[in-house]
């Protein structure tokens, strides 16, 4: 899956997210990939979010309404992609999954669980995409 | 004392298994950075592609059209096999899409899901957004939309490389999958929910073994002389097969 937030130089924000779903799924199953809220969510007043995962665990809990919604409420990415994460891992130990949290400043954080997870960086002081990895 | 200290310190971020990072610098520093792109996963190629859009010397295009083009990139290069056609066969052998886009200026949004027969799944969400006041369409309809707003289809969207992963997935009984309490447990179906399977046949003879503290641990069933444990809790979802 991937799941991308686009920032403008206006400071306006689109997120979306595309995939091919999970292997050997049964016919007609449907992951958190298209559902709001929970694959990707966004709002130029706050921020946005992006999720990669167990989607039939994720949709469950619309992990980045609720890292949104968080930053809304003043968390800074970084504990609002925590919250996101650990909300799921309590009720599904054996969870994996990942989110990564942008404010409306640029300020980009991400948290995972049970699996090591990467996402993607670029702004204009870069040069080119540079790749962060969220350690266990 | 002191180390003592730092060791269960250490112990206690052991335990919370989860695992986070942050960028650093600053907001003051970084508010004169924009244009931003992030992305999950090192797919440096599609961020570069929606970099390509959002900071273009004319002005630049809009954020919805820079995460239309990263993602169709990823479709295209098909990212991990976890993006685009040819990856994650079904149970039937078929590659289907689903995608969203969200504009977070206006909160439109379009999805869609267990598309068939059509490539672009980004673009056919873009579509769903742009071309109706509906904000996910699903399976053949979602195909019918899309390739009525103009996307080219309809495609197979299998690959020799999906189809190869199916046929060895159907050589190994069909293991691992998504089913739970239902019979056969580990072999291909059709399958049956157990308790009208157990109405029905007295040869398939349920077992619950109980753990020292009296949960369940794993279901069995006897089936032909042969116990087959359920697979409803195996780990199937890594980096190159997720959501």
Known sequence: TISMTVIDKMGHIAVGTSTNGATFKIPGRVGD??????SSYADDEVGACGATGDGDVMMRFLPCYQVVESMRRGMEPLDAARDAISRIARKYP??????FAIN???????????????YSVRNSSMHDVEVITVYP | GRSSVRLL????????????AA?????????????????????REAVRAAWEVISAADGGGSAVDAVVAGCSACEVLRCDGTVGPGGSPDENGETTLDALIMNGATMEIGAVA??????DGIKAAKLVMEHSKHTLLVGDKATSFAISMGLPGPSNLSSPESIEKWENWR???????????VAPASSCGPYHPINSVSAESEDDVKDVVHDSQGGVCQEWFQNDNLLEPMNSHLKVVNRHNHD
């Not at chain 1, 990939?33 to 929970?38: E, F, Q, R, W």
């Not at chain 2, 610098?25 to 924009?34: I, V």
């Not at chain 2, 267990?114 to 490539?119: N, Q, S």
């Not at chain 2, 050589?171 to 309490?181: L, T, V």
Request: hydrophobic share 40%.
């Open chain 2, 171 to 181: 050589q190994n009984h069909c293991q691992p999958n998504f089913w739970k309490n």
């Open chain 2, 9 to 20: 310190l250490g112990l206690l971020l052991l335990r919370f298994n989860w695992c986070s």
């Open chain 1, 104 to 118: 409306r400043k640029g300020v980009h954080a991400g948290a995972c669980h049970g699996w090591t997870f990467q």
């Open chain 2, 23 to 43: 960028s650093g610098g600053g907001a003051e520093e970084l508010a004169g950075t924009f244009p931003v792109v992030v992305s999950t996963w090192p797919f």
């Open chain 1, 33 to 38: 990939g298209p559902i709001p809220g929970s």
């Open chain 2, 114 to 119: 267990a598309m068939r027969y059509v490539k």
């Open chain 1, 94 to 99: 054996d969870f994996v999954g990942a989110v």
